[in-house]
């Protein structure tokens, strides 16, 4: 199969953090990382290894795909 287009990853970091009340500072606490990369994540401009979107996913309770999402866009 191949997949022309470019491919992202969107997340709803943002969101889920904030319904759960918990400010970039405690999310990177609780998951050993910086609240830069907590930023970074917010903003797109990273993408997580595997390990630490399995982790993100299980600090909120939710699905990984609940979290993140993966789009291709398609080419013109």
Same mark, same amino acid.
């Given at each position: 199969?191949? =997949?022309?287009?470019? %491919? $992202?990853i969107q997340? %709803? =970091?943002v969101v889920l953090r904030a319904e759960r009340g918990l400010s970039q500072r405690e999310m990177a606490d609780r998951l050993g990382v910086s609240r830069q990369t907590i930023i970074s994540l917010e903003k797109n401009r990273y993408n997580p290894s595997l390990k630490l979107a399995f982790d993100i996913s299980l600090m909120f309770g939710v699905d990984l795909h609940e979290v993140f999402q993966y789009e291709i866009e398609?080419? $013109?």
């Open positions: 199969m191949v =997949i022309n287009g470019e %491919r $992202k997340n %709803r =970091i398609e080419e $013109k």
